[in-house]
């Protein structure tokens, strides 16, 4: 289980690769050295080793970018094993000239037969592209401009018909005239619920793991005449398991916020925090820190969060096919 963290040198850098540190496993003492440390990765450390240290030690990751991570006095993480254990220590200069290294935690190595985090399926956030070669100066692409029409508001259908999109709900719009014709379309109506998409996309969709994503026909004007889209909608995904989850309460340091980590039983609770922070009229936000799926669908939506994440392997199949129109951003928390 995790240590309280332990200070084992603090000096100048040419001392702290020549000292050698003692550091008791299972009654046994080794002696070792920095450099017999390895950088501490999301793919060669076990998801519960993971977790316990976002929750004990409150490490985060480097630039959220998964190459490594760094302690909570913002130190990076290194690991070796000894006698079935995994040794963490995180170590570095804290200030010009002074280096710092830390005991981080001690975990026996049958926590390293629990899935890792951030395995295979590597996610990250898929956005519609706004860049102006892309979009030819025209951002959204397809706009809403029914006046005789109720239009269907993000929020509102988001939040109405979390299950999927109500049947005779219009799924039309205009696209603008100088708009260029990519395979993922901006919108600027039912952002929050999905994407626009030509059938490009979803003959690439239709061969991966999609369990709460549903495909609606739907139609783009160009000129005034008709041409058949889709529109890709992803309900907000009840496939986390809560219990071994970690959110985060942030707000604003001028108010006096101090981050504020906690586990939630499900999702009721969930969204119970959620309305209390609501209600409280404060700047506190609930962020994820560890998110734990049950199961690796390729494309899933956290709930009451507007982001849409897609698994490698399908980002890959964009990339072969040629896919245009869309941009992909790093994730902020881990994945399990």
């Not at 669908?297 to 040629?322: C, I, M, T, W």
Request: with cysteine.
């Amino acid at each position: 289980m995790p240590m309280n963290q332990e200070t084992l040198f603090d000096g100048d850098q040419e001392t702290l690769f020549a000292t050698t540190f003692e550091i008791a496993v299972n009654g046994t003492t080794y002696y070792l050295r920095a450099r017999d440390f390895e950088p501490l990765l999301s793919e060669n450390t076990a998801g519960d080793v993971l977790r316990r240290l976002v929750q004990m030690n409150e490490i985060r990751p480097i630039g959220y970018s998964f190459k490594g991570f760094n302690s909570a006095d913002g130190l990076q993480l290194y690991q070796t094993v000894r006698e079935g254990h995994l040794i963490v220590i995180a170590f570095g200069e804290k200030q010009p000239m002074r280096f710092i290294l830390t005991l981080e935690g001690i975990f026996p190595l049958a926590d390293q037969q629990s899935a890792p985090y951030l395995p295979a399926k590597r996610y990250k956030v898929l956005k519609c592209k706004i860049e102006k070669t892309d979009t030819a100066q025209t951002y959204p692409q397809l706009r809403y401009e029914w006046v005789d029409r109720i239009r269907p508001f993000d929020r509102a259908y988001a939040r109405i018909h979390p299950a999927g999109l109500p049947d005779d709900l219009d799924l039309s719009g205009v696209l603008r005239p100088f708009a260029r014709k990519t395979d993922f379309i901006s919108a600027d109506f039912l952002a929050l619920n999905g994407f626009f998409v030509r059938q490009s996309v979803v003959d690439i969709l239709q061969n991966f793991d999609l369990p709460e994503t549903t495909i609606y026909q739907a139609v783009a004007y160009h000129n005034k005449q008709p041409q058949p889209i889709f529109f890709v909608y992803t309900a907000p995904t009840a496939l986390i398991d809560y219990e071994l989850s970690l959110f985060e309460i942030t707000g604003h340091a001028l108010t006096g916020y101090k981050p504020q980590r906690l586990t939630l039983p499900n999702t009721e609770a969930f969204h119970a925090k959620m309305r209390e922070l609501v209600q409280s009229r404060s700047d506190g936000q609930l962020i994820p820190r560890v998110i734990q799926l049950k199961g690796r669908p390729d494309v899933f939506k956290l709930p009451r969060n507007a982001n849409f994440y897609f698994s490698a392997e399908l980002q890959q199949a964009f990339q072969a096919a040629g896919i245009t129109g869309y941009e992909l951003k790093p994730l902020q928390f881990l994945i399990g």
